[in-house]
């Protein structure tokens, strides 16, 4: 079947450090890749995607490349804000046609500290 | 400005009492969904609907209706809910995507509605 496996969370860092999280997929066929962003009290917000193999997607200081040969699609920023503190989302959509929906990862929080 | 609106925003009710949670998009989208949102368990698709009159079950659609009578609207029905329902709810819609580009689409969301069945 098709499913994302995503670190657990919380993530805790102090402001301007480094950001990597870890979003590792099973599909059965072909995917596109999303990372979604729920600030507090709000609905999901698409952060970036990638729809082939070796794309990077990239918003707001945040990058995240396809990786098919492991599988990956980790999410990083060079210097967090205090602002990205959200609960992060990594997500799949197979390309077919029909409806295809998103599969989520279960979500990484994220607390950034002054 | 586009969006995907849900109402009520917040709900507390009685096991068996019937409600229904409105969702209305002004995209022109085709396709809406609803999720649920649970701890460690992710977002999950109760139902969705590829066009007018147009629905199909998703991963978690037992004690739940939907319909699909307008392009906009996408309301969730709960006929009897009980406490097992319990959660975050998301509507989200996205276009039809273009011949050969399935799966690429973005889905927008609605800002959620936090359900407690007492």
């Known amino acids: 079947g098709n499913s994302v496996t995503q670190m657990e969370g919380p993530v805790t860092l102090s402001e301007e450090a480094f950001l990597t999280i870890n979003c590792t997929y099973t599909a059965t066929g072909y995917p596109s890749l999303f990372w979604y962003v729920q600030y507090p009290g709000e609905g999901l917000q698409l952060l970036l995607k990638a729809t082939k193999a070796d794309d990077k997607g990239s918003n707001k200081g945040f990058e995240a490349t396809y990786r098919k040969e492991t599988t990956s699609f980790h999410l990083e920023k060079g210097s967090v804000q205090v602002s990205d503190s959200a609960v992060y989302f990594c997500?799949?959509?197979?390309?077919?046609?029909?409806?295809?929906?998103?599969?989520f990862g279960t979500g990484t929080r994220l607390l950034v500290s002054p | 400005e586009a969006q995907v609106t849900q109402n009520p925003r917040y709900l507390i009710t009685v096991t068996g009492k019937k409600l229904t949670v409105t969702c209305s998009q002004n995209?022109?989208?085709?396709?809406m969904s609803w999720y649920r949102q649970d701890p460690g368990l992710g977002l999950r698709q109760i139902y969705y609907s590829m066009n007018v009159e147009v629905t199909d079950k998703g991963d978690v659609p037992e004690g739940y209706k939907v319909s699909r009578k307008e392009k906009r609207n996408f309301p969730l029905i709960l006929e009897s809910p009980s406490p097992n329902q319990t959660s975050l709810y998301f509507c989200?819609?996205?276009?039809?995507?273009?011949?050969?580009?399935?799966?690429?689409?973005?889905?927008?969301f609605g800002p959620g509605t936090r359900l407690l069945v007492l």
């Open positions: 995209m022109n989208h085709e396709y």
């Open positions: 989200a819609s996205s276009p039809k995507p273009s011949l050969g580009l399935a799966g690429v689409e973005t889905q927008y």
């Open positions: 997500a799949l959509r197979i390309r077919n046609t029909g409806f295809q929906k998103l599969v």
